[in-house]
């Protein structure tokens, strides 16, 4: 089975704060994401990376950056948090980018920033 | 823009009462389109893949299939473990690496 695993299920934070979000992978995959999802907005892509040390922008990338300097480990940083970035956060990975790839989730974590 | 829209965007059943769910879509090429269950608090959990056109799935008691313009989700005889929202997303022929669109969702409530 493929598991994804992200390090916090809720955190809190302060406004101004550097944050760390990781994502793990076990099964070897190529692509990885980060998303938000917020209530009446669906899911939103920040980021992507469809191999080590690569990233693209997705749909809200402002406010973010990302690094994978491993294949299995995608982080997303909010450099200066603020609190319209209190949201849900998810983390995704699929096996590579050619053909259609089911994109398996991690359990998402809430973070506050107050 | 590929766009997706999911209806109804709640849905309560009592349990045994047979229902569908709608997911509209407009992309340039349809790659795959796909089905996740999404339980309060967790990550969305993978349901189906549907790549064409009178394709047809089937897991348990939901039922996943596709046109050319939507998809639908059948549930027959619902029971209160299928609570949940159920989200659709597709992918373009033309979308860079596996990105998908979401439709907002559907949250099901079934009552005992």
């Known amino acids: 089975d493929v598991k994804v695993t992200q390090s916090s299920r809720y955190l809190v934070k302060r406004t101004g704060e550097k944050v760390f979000l990781e994502c793990v992978q076990d099964?070897?995959?190529?692509?990885m994401f980060w998303y938000r999802q917020d209530p009446g907005l669906g899911l939103r892509l920040i980021y992507f990376s469809y191999d080590v040390k690569m990233k693209e922008k997705g749909d809200i990338p402002e406010g973010y950056s990302v690094s994978r300097e491993k294949k299995e480990r995608f982080s997303l940083i909010l450099e200066s948090a603020s609190t319209n970035q209190t949201s849900m956060y998810l983390c995704?990975?699929?096996?590579?980018?050619?053909?259609?790839?089911?994109?398996?989730f991690g359990p998402g974590t809430r973070l506050t920033v107050l | 823009e590929d766009q997706v829209t999911q209806s109804p965007e709640a849905l309560r059943l009592q349990e045994g009462e047979s229902s569908s769910l709608n997911c509209s879509y407009t992309?340039?090429?349809?790659?795959?389109l796909f089905w996740y269950r999404q339980d309060p608090g967790k990550g969305p959990e993978f349901l189906f893949t549907l790549y064409s056109a009178g394709e047809e799935k089937e897991k348990e008691r939901l039922k996943a299939t596709l046109t050319k313009k939507e998809s639908f989700l059948h549930i027959t005889a619902p029971k209160p473990e299928d609570s949940a929202t159920y989200l659709c997303a597709v992918q373009a022929e033309d979308n860079a690496g596996n990105m998908l669109t979401f439709g907002g969702g559907t949250r099901l409530m079934v009552k005992p």
């Open positions: 099964m070897d995959h190529e692509n």
């Open positions: 992309v340039s090429g349809l790659r795959g």
């Open positions: 995704a990975s699929s096996l590579s980018s050619s053909g259609t790839d089911t994109q398996y």
